[in-house]
């Protein structure tokens, strides 16, 4: 199927301003102003006034609903494809969050298999907030090694729903994470979701290294494999504005 979507304000992500993409299958083969095409059962898509960007990355997603901490009614729902879809994100990383009694890590797979199945890029991290960590299989590294759409393990720190784990203890979970990314030639992430006391474990590497470390020295050697980050949710409003001259 060929697409052809005129005038679209384009940011690639570098910014184009308004120019036209051709789109065959699932793949881009031109991009540029005025394009001139002839195929067969070609779509034309005026596309003026918007803009068309490339899918953003939410790396922290509750997709089986997140909240529940403060009783039934705070309970938020699933997420569907087409909320993600409309938000312009293609990519998600599925979490638990603090409530591991009623949601479970194989309803966080088969939900991460359903929005792959419908066309997005859907992976998930092993575990929720508390140590001792929860899991599919016998452990952090199983898990890691044979289940494909794990990327490593999450962690809450400095955070009230969390479990304060020991300086120790974040080093053996790291090593899992490691072992198992090496073996089958994995990234391997730690990801930390950092609460209000989090000043108190986590500082500022240097000023060109905006992202953070542990504290504790003994951490240091395996900082590269820790990462922290928010959500990141998009208006579809956007969709429909124009960016100003």
């Known amino acids: ?3 052809l979507i005129r005038n679209a304000y384009v940011f690639a992500p570098k910014e184009l301003g308004a120019t036209d ?34 899918g953003f990355v939410d790396p922290h997603v509750h997709v089986l609903g997140g909240g529940g ?26 979490v638990l969050g603090a409530d591991v009694m009623t949601r479970k890590l194989p309803d966080l797979l088969a939900k991460v298999r359903e929005l792959n199945a419908l066309g997005l890029s859907a992976w998930m991290y092993t575990s929720s907030f508390r140590y001792p960590p929860v899991t599919l299989s016998q452990s952090v590294a ?32 790291l090593s899992q994470i490691r072992q198992a990314a090496v073996t089958v030639k994995k990234q391997g ?11 108190d474990i986590f500082a500022p590497r240097t000023a060109h290294e905006p992202s953070f470390s542990l504290r504790a020295p003994a951490l240091m050697p395996c900082k590269s494999q820790i990462v922290t ?15 100003q001259p």
């Open 142 to 173: 199983d898990d890691v090694a044979l289940v494909s759409e794990v990327l490593g393990a999450k962690l809450a720190m400095g955070d009230a729903n969390g479990s304060f784990p020991s300086t120790e203890a974040v080093l053996g979970l």
């Open 21 to 54: 993409v051709l789109m065959v299958g699932e793949k881009i083969l031109a991009v540029g102003p005025n394009l001139s095409v002839s195929l067969p059962g070609l779509s034309v898509i005026d596309a003026s006034g918007f803009l068309l960007v490339p």
């Open 69 to 94: 901490v403060g009783g039934p009614i705070t309970r938020a729902p699933a997420i569907t494809a087409g909320e993600l879809i409309r938000a312009g994100i293609t990519t998600v990383v599925g």
């Open 1 to 3: 199927m060929a697409i």
């Open 229 to 243: 980050s928010t959500s990141l949710r998009t208006a579809p409003a956007i969709w429909g504005t124009r960016p």
């Open 189 to 199: 992430l730690l990801h930390v979701q950092r609460g209000s006391r989090s000043a």
